[in-house]
């Protein structure tokens, strides 16, 4: 049974960067053909594409978000890592960690993601930005 558990601090200062951690258990990170992703969901809005790393280790960033974004892996922990850096408020949200089956390819920069798109879900992390 594959399994993803977000993880992390859930309050963070503006300015300051947003850690989360995904552990995935009942398959391997770098089995084949797979990805991994994040994906957000603030209040009142609809899910919102951040991020994927591949079984190669290939990074991809929704365009929103790559030029403050660090998506990264620990193979030997089965983990999968976010950063985010220089968070506002905009960015209080429910977190998620996804995998799936193939990868999910933005297109001309849009990434509209739904539930159906990833086959394997985390239960979520809310994350809070205040100080």
């Known amino acids: 049974q594959v399994q993803l558990q977000e993880s992390g601090p859930g309050l963070v200062q503006p300015s300051q960067t947003l850690s989360l951690t995904c552990t995935v258990s009942?398959?391997?990170?770098?089995?084949?053909?797979?990805?991994w992703a994040w994906i957000r969901q603030s209040p009142g809005k609809g899910l919102e594409y951040i991020g994927t790393i591949t079984d190669r280790g290939a990074i991809y960033y929704s365009a929103r978000f790559k030029r403050r974004t660090s998506i990264a892996r620990t193979t030997s922990q089965n983990q999968v890592t976010l950063q985010l850096s220089a968070v506002t408020p905009e960015d209080t949200a429910v977190y998620y960690c996804?995998?799936?089956?193939?990868?999910?390819?933005?297109?001309?920069?849009?990434?509209?993601?739904?539930?159906?798109?990833?086959?394997?879900w985390g239960q979520g992390t809310q994350v809070t930005v205040s100080s």
């Open positions: 996804a995998g799936r089956e193939g990868y999910y390819i933005c297109i001309n920069d849009k990434c509209p993601v739904s539930e159906s798109d990833f086959g394997f």
């Open positions: 009942g398959v391997s990170i770098e089995n084949k053909d797979s990805s």
